[in-house]
């Protein structure tokens, strides 16, 4: 009796095995598996394009991606060619008066791909309760069928000064390329 293990020792090496399996699976030869078949960046508000990394985007400024903003008090829709699949959506926000916008109105409802994303969100709340002059709200949805990712935006109806913004939307899918699926199956 005296030479039993006590059971917490036991759970605490069958935890360790575990996660040094699950670090092996991690880092070993498939860290590199994921490659991102859609990777888009849309600056919002320019009028021109440029690159960066092979994507649409605007030069950085001031650490803010995106300074220029898309706004509409009726609401707006931006469409996107993509892979079937699960993405990632990361919408930029740069709340700050725009030109007959006051932030204080940003009151609106984001949904992509059947989903409601964001709904009566204010950017001023958000900004204020955070303290951040700039920041990203992010969700992932799937496309099935049809290939195309519409993000709308639309403002809360209840405010007659509401209005809906953007500056920057992109949008990041990834597969599991198929000669690492292969070398995983003969592995």
Same mark, same amino acid.
Do not use: Q, W
């Given at each position: 009796? @005296? &030479?039993?293990?006590?059971? $917490?020792? $036991?759970?605490?090496? #069958?935890?360790?095995?575990?996660?040094?399996? $699950?670090?092996?699976?991690?880092?070993?030869?498939?860290?590199? +598996?994921?490659?991102?078949?859609?990777?888009?960046?849309?600056?919002? !508000?320019? $009028?021109? &394009?440029?690159?960066?990394?092979?994507?649409?985007?605007?030069?950085?400024?001031?650490?803010?991606?995106?300074?220029?903003?898309?706004? *509409?008090?009726?609401?707006?829709?931006?469409?996107?060619?993509?892979?079937? !699949?699960? @993405?990632?959506?990361?919408?930029?926000? #740069?709340? *700050?008066?725009?030109?007959?916008?006051?932030?204080?109105?940003?009151?609106?409802?984001?949904?992509? +791909?059947?989903?409601?994303?964001?709904?009566?969100? *204010?950017?001023?709340? #958000?900004?204020?309760?955070?303290?951040?002059?700039?920041?990203?709200?992010?969700?992932?949805?799937?496309?099935?069928?049809?290939?195309?990712?519409?993000?709308?935006? +639309?403002?809360?109806?209840?405010?007659?000064?509401?209005?809906? #913004?953007?500056?920057?939307?992109?949008?990041?899918?990834?597969?599991?390329?198929?000669?690492?699926?292969? @070398?995983? @199956?003969? *592995?």
């Amino acid at each position: 009796m @005296k &030479n039993m293990i006590p059971p $917490l020792l $036991l759970l605490f090496l #069958f935890i360790s095995v575990l996660l040094e399996a $699950l670090t092996v699976s991690v880092t070993g030869d498939n860290v590199d +598996a994921y490659l991102p078949v859609n990777s888009i960046a849309v600056n919002c !508000g320019s $009028l021109g &394009n440029s690159s960066v990394a092979n994507r649409s985007s605007p030069p950085v400024h001031n650490r803010i991606p995106h300074d220029t903003a898309r706004l *509409s008090r009726s609401g707006f829709v931006y469409s996107f060619r993509v892979t079937m !699949g699960p @993405k990632f959506v990361r919408l930029h926000f #740069f709340p *700050s008066d725009y030109l007959n916008f006051g932030h204080a109105n940003s009151f609106f409802s984001v949904k992509a +791909a059947g989903y409601t994303h964001l709904r009566n969100f *204010s950017t001023l709340l #958000f900004s204020d309760h955070t303290c951040f002059t700039s920041f990203c709200k992010e969700s992932c949805c799937t496309i099935v069928a049809d290939r195309i990712l519409n993000v709308t935006f +639309a403002f809360t109806p209840d405010n007659p000064d509401a209005c809906a #913004f953007v500056n920057g939307i992109e949008v990041i899918s990834k597969v599991l390329r198929f000669c690492d699926v292969t @070398k995983c @199956k003969t *592995s």
